[in-house]
């Protein structure tokens, strides 16, 4: 038997940690043998991000718009520190503990109607496969067979992972490369007029006992290219399911926490959904938690002496003490603080800001919702999606297109002057490429 061989020593500290990390890391998303190397970051405050060369960028998208407070908001830098001293971490089941029973208790205190039952997780697409899987299970638990398909919304993004794939638009989104892997859903368009509802009503009136659920972003489809929808057709997509007693998962990563100047874009609709997800901006970007929400005829369905009706699912770092105690100082936060009036006022700001790139050449169009600002481009070829990002990094801004969408999240404490700097510097920027 040959033995490894020894590896040296790795020296401690290394000055050099980026160029010497960059051999041992993958990125996101990334085609690393030509994309620019990532910038050094060695701090962020407010809504600004410290680079390890001194410079400073104005940061427009708030880190996939999760640091809905800016970063490091004081108060929940404390409720961290505090409860990583206390009890950072404890398994969940069999132990419960404060920082998540609270959360629980307000998130269902905020969730619209009678949305109750929150089961945590640790991100964003694994709050959407235990939807999924409670929808599945949901059916199963009532002797239901055959109930194993999904319908969900051209233009969708719900994450990536399998399940998730498999819910949102593969040809739109990031997954093409997996298309032929994923589960085999049904996929409308979102019941924009009257064909599109016919074919909604459609499939549902020939599938629907086929269907464990519809699975919808509301208000604004997000990672499928910040598309936006008005709230009557929102309405209109969860009526026709839940009239069919299909139960409607809202998605509500992207939207929730203020982002389109409600609490949740649900509210702004109307909508009661039958499971809710929530994920992103619910620690105000501190670390990763993933909820899951559910209404009492959901949760109900898996009550009773069989133990296999239990609800199958629980990652290892659910309801995380860390996670929940910035979760439930975030929400102290929009407790105490104007967020909702400032993600209302930052629409105006955007709007007015960005309207001149609508003029540009290339610029098929620009359009806002509360805190969202998004610039459509007609195409954006490789080299010039690369030239544009160094043209915002060197304007001084980060901001990260993606697609043919240009488009800024800024923290909700934003202020007026950096908005107006940041609309300014997407403008110059899209002008000058
Ligand atoms: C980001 C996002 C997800 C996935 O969340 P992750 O934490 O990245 O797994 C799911 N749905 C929507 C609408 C999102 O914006």
């Known amino acids: 038997m040959t033995r490894k061989p020894q590896k040296p020593p790795l020296p401690k500290g290394s000055p050099d940690w980026l160029t010497a990390g960059m051999d041992h890391v993958w990125l996101p998303y990334t085609q690393m043998a030509v994309e620019d190397p990532p910038l050094a970051v060695v701090g962020a405050e407010g809504v600004r991000i410290r680079l390890a060369d001194g410079r400073e960028l104005l940061d427009g998208m708030a880190s996939w718009w999760t640091a809905c407070h800016g970063y490091n908001p004081p108060s929940i830098v404390q409720a961290v520190q505090r409860q990583a001293e206390t009890l950072s971490h404890v398994m969940f089941g069999g132990l419960a503990h404060e920082p998540a029973l609270t959360l629980a208790r307000r998130l269902a205190h905020i969730a619209p109607g009678d949305l109750a039952h929150v089961f945590f997780s640790d991100s964003g697409s694994v709050a959407v496969e235990v939807a999924l899987k409670m929808a599945l299970q949901y059916w199963v638990n009532q002797g239901a067979r055959g109930r194993t398909r999904f319908l969900c919304f051209r233009g969708g993004y719900h994450g990536d992972t399998f399940g998730a794939m498999a819910v949102s638009d593969a040809e739109h989104g990031f997954h093409r490369v997996f298309a032929d892997a994923l589960a085999d859903n049904l996929m409308v368009d979102l019941p924009r007029d009257k064909p599109a509802l016919a074919a909604y009503q459609e499939t549902l009136a020939t599938q629907g006992d086929t269907i464990a659920g519809v699975i919808v972003e509301p208000l604004v489809q997000g990672g499928g290219g910040m598309l936006f929808h008005d709230a009557q057709v929102l309405g209109l997509a969860v009526a026709e399911a839940q009239s069919r007693g299909i139960p409607v998962i809202a998605d509500e ?13 649900c509210d702004a609709a109307g909508v009661v959904p039958d499971i809710m997800c929530l994920s992103k901006a619910l620690t105000g970007g501190v670390l990763g938690l993933g909820a899951t929400i559910a209404r009492p005829h959901i949760f109900d369905a898996f009550a009773g002496p069989d133990l296999d009706a239990a609800f199958m699912h629980g990652p290892t770092f659910m309801a995380n003490p860390i996670a929940c105690a910035a979760a439930n100082s975030s929400l102290d936060l929009f ?38 600002g998004v610039v459509e481009l007609e195409d954006l070829p490789f080299e010039r999606l690369i030239a544009l990002r160094r043209a915002f990094i060197e304007a001084g801004l980060w901001v990260r297109p993606f697609g043919r969408i240009v488009y800024l999240t800024p923290a909700l404490v934003m202020e007026e002057g950096d908005v107006e700097h940041l609309c300014n510097g997407v403008c110059l920027s899209l002008r000058g490429n």
């Open 253 to 265: 990563i992207f939207t929730g926490f203020g982002r389109l100047g409600h609490m949740l874009a």
């Open 335 to 372: 407790d105490g603080e104007p967020r909702l009036a400032q993600a209302a006022q930052m629409e105006g700001l955007l709007e007015a800001g960005l309207h001149p790139c609508r003029s540009l050449p290339g610029v098929a169009d620009v359009r806002t919702m509360g805190a969202l």
